[in-house]
């Protein structure tokens, strides 16, 4: 089993950046993928990006690619979420999770098994 702890998240204006860490522990040489998903009031919970633990590729979302990057420190065993040029659209709650090595391309939350208790990120206009 692997923990995931969020830090990071807060208020921001809009045009603003933050960056968000993921921390894990546990059976953390079990990581394959490790993924951002967020989930507005309301709304389903919609993937963001993620990262193959071990090799570095990414893949984003259409609505945060070139805003948002996301990178690892395998030593650390943390993940980031840069997000630059925030918009009102980007409030949520932000959950890193991790997953098999197919949730690199099938994008869904069911692909994912461990997942953190979620940082609020607020964007105002």
């Known amino acids: 089993q692997v923990q995931l702890v969020e830090s990071g998240g807060g208020l921001v204006q809009a045009g603003g950046s933050l960056r968000l860490s993921c921390a894990a522990s546990g059976r953390t040489s079990s990581i394959s993928v490790m993924g951002w998903f967020r989930q507005a009031p309301g709304k389903e919970r919609e993937f963001v990006a993620a990262v193959h633990w071990s090799g570095g590729v990414t893949t984003y979302a259409d609505s945060v690619k070139g805003r948002f990057t996301i990178s690892r420190n395998n030593a650390r065993n943390t993940a980031w979420l840069q997000m630059d040029s925030l918009k009102p659209e980007d409030t949520a709650v932000y959950y890193c999770?991790?997953?098999?090595?197919?949730?690199?391309?099938?994008?869904?939350?069911?692909?994912?098994?461990?997942w953190g208790q979620g940082t609020q990120v607020t964007v105002s206009s």
């Open positions: 999770a991790t997953g098999s090595l197919r949730a690199l391309t099938r994008t869904t939350p069911d692909e994912y098994n461990s």
